[in-house]
């Protein structure tokens, strides 16, 4: 894209922004893809030559704990060398600002939370901690009881027999993230949507706006009369429904975009 066609869009997406009331923001992996961390989709997105929708279901749990473990542990290990980057800081500030913001993030690495008790410093972080609608890789949660509880250390996966086990009932513990097929927390949902529905600009950043139902995020607040910015490199299913689509990194577009807003 032209520069000055990118400067364009980002003078419109700052002035939708600088006169919302409200904004939800929503991120997906790509916001964390200049961390490091892998993407889902696309060459990136594979491990071993499994694809996400093959290991991140309960079937493939149920069929093959010690596979599933695998990638997981595979992953931690790959975000615990992770930091933030610009983009998840811009968003930090952005949301400890004036404005009243919502992040709503897709991600499970827990890096919109370092960056916002980084960016907060001695303040309240809590408006710039996320809502992580599909759990967090750092904590696991019981197969079978209600047992659950934060967890960040390597995981043993050389046979089954020493995979995690719960505490409480011997059952075998999982990562405490949501899978396909599986219903997302209601409550952390219904959030999601509530502060979609009444925010004047929703700003999607990294996501392929593919997986339901945090893809239709978005669309709750174009349906309640706001506009949608997207940042992303790509196309996506949103693109053509954005009033302004951003090309490009969001470590470069986030800062930019939010450094011309904040006093
Ligand atoms: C950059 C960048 C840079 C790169 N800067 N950007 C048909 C139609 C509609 C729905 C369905 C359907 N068939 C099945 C469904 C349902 C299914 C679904 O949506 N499937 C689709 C694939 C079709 N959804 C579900 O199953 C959900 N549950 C559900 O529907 O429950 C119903 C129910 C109700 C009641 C009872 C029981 C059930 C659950 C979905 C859970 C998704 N889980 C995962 C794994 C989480 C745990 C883990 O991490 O291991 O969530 S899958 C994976 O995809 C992960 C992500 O959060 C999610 C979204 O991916 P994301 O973040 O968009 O990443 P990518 O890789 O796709 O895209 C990266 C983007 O970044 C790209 O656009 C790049 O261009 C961009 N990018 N560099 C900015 N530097
Ligand atoms: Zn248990």
Known sequence: MPDHEQDQGLQEARALLASARKVCVLTGAGVSAESGVPTFRGEEGLWKSFRAEELATPHAFRRDPRTVWEWYDWRRGRIRGCVPNP?????????????????VTQNVDGLHEVAAREAAGSR???????LEVHGSIFRVRCTSCTYRIPHRDRVRT???????????????????????????????LEEA??????????????????????ASVPLATLEGGGSVVEVN???????????VALRGPSGEILPRLVEGLLP
């Open 87 to 103: 983009g998840h800081y811009a968003l930090a500030r952005l949301a400890l600002g004036a404005r009243s913001v919502r992040i």
């Open 124 to 130: 309240d972080p809590s408006p710039a901690l996320p």
């Open 158 to 188: 050389e046979s089954e027999a020493v995979l995690p086990r719960c505490p409480v009932c011997g059952s075998l513990l999982r990562p405490d993230v949501v899978w396909f097929g599986e219903a997302l927390d209601s409550r952390v």
């Open 193 to 214: 949507f509530e502060s979609a529905r009444g925010a004047s600009v929703c700003l999607v950043a990294g996501t392929s706006a593919l997986v339901q139902p945090a």
């Open 233 to 243: 490199p790509a196309d996506t299913p949103l693109t053509s429904m954005a009033d």
